[in-house]
Nanobody
Framework: QVQLVESGGGLVPAGGSLRLTCAAS????????MGWFRQAPGKEREFVAA????????YYGDSVKGRFTVSRDNAKNTAYLQMNSLKPEDTAVYYC??????????????WGQGTQVTVSS
């Protein structure tokens, strides 16, 4: 099992940027693909981005393509989500998650507690 802790959320004006960090507890971090999800009040959880175990493959949800970038540093057991050109509709709680099944957004087994991102208009 792996414990995940997100950080880096906050309040930012529209058009601004934030970088979220996901710190993992295990040295086997590199065994997992990592994903980012978000959930806004009253809405279902939405897939944001994923990165495979060594970082050479990524994919994104349509709503964030071209604005968000997912990355990882296996030496630091950490994944990142760089968010640029933020919009008010990006406001949500953001979660990182880990899985062995990189290509399936429904197959994430381990989740962090979430970090709030609020984008003001």
């Amino acid at each position: 099992q792996v414990q995940l802790v997100e950080s880096g959320g906050g309040l930012v004006p529209a058009g601004g940027s934030l970088r979220l960090t996901c710190a993992a507890s295990r040295r086997t971090f590199s065994s997992y693909a990592m994903g980012w999800f978000r959930q806004a009040p009253g809405k279902e959880r939405e897939f944001v981005a994923a990165i495979n175990w060594n970082g050479d493959s990524t994919y994104y949800g349509d709503s964030v393509k071209g604005r968000f970038t997912v990355s990882r540093d296996n030496a630091k057991n950490t994944a990142y989500l760089q968010m640029n050109s933020l919009k008010p509709e990006d406001t949500a709680v953001y979660y990182c998650a880990a899985t062995y099944v990189y290509s399936d957004p429904s197959a994430y087994h381990y989740w962090g507690q979430g970090t709030q991102v609020t984008v003001s208009s």
